[in-house]
C-alpha cells in the first residue's frame, strides 16, 4: 500500500524557504501525479500545486504562484515543494497526494487522489 511520507515542515519565519518532500518508501511514485495541498485551521482543505507523472505539466494556485515550485525526482522517488518568501497566510498543514488517473484539469479536487500522507506542519512566525 502506498504510504506517503511528508518531512521537511517547520516554523519559519516571515520570507522563510522550507522544501517539504513526500516519498513513498518501497512505491514507485513516477507513474502517479502528484499534488500538494493545505488546510489551515477553521478552513477547508486546498490545492496548492500539481506535478504530472512525467513532470512535464505542473499547476499552482493564485496565492502561491511565483512562490511555490513543485519539482519531482523519479529516480529519487520523491517530490518536492519549494517554498519561498513564506507569509504568514501560507501557515496550515501541508499534505501530499498521489494518484495514477489524475488529470491537470482534476489538479485541485481532492477527492480524485487515493493515497494521502499524514501531513506536515508549516508555521510562518512574524
Known amino acids: 500500500q502506498l504510504q506517503l511520507a511528508e518531512p521537511g515542515g517547520a516554523l519559519v519565519q516571515l520570507g522563510g524557504s522550507p522544501r517539504p518532500s513526500c516519498a513513498a518508501p518501497g512505491f514507485t511514485l513516477g507513474y502517479n501525479a502528484i499534488a500538494w495541498f493545505c488546510q489551515a485551521p477553521g478552513k477547508e482543505r486546498e490545492g496548492v500545486s500539481y506535478?504530472?507523472?512525467?513532470?512535464?505539466?505542473?499547476d499552482y494556485a493564485d496565492s502561491v504562484k511565483g512562490r511555490f515550485t513543485i519539482s519531482r525526482d523519479n529516480a529519487k522517488n520523491t517530490v518536492y515543494l519549494q517554498m519561498n518568501s513564506l507569509k504568514p497566510e501560507d501557515t496550515a498543514v501541508y499534505y501530499c497526494?498521489?494518484?495514477?488517473?489524475?488529470?491537470?484539469?482534476?489538479?485541485?479536487?481532492?477527492?480524485?487522489?487515493?493515497?494521502w500522507g499524514q501531513g506536515t506542519q508549516v508555521t510562518v512566525s512574524s
Open positions: 497526494a498521489a494518484d495514477s488517473w489524475v488529470t491537470e484539469d482534476e489538479a485541485f479536487f481532492s477527492g480524485e487522489y487515493n493515497y
Open positions: 506535478i504530472s507523472s512525467s513532470g512535464g505539466s505542473t
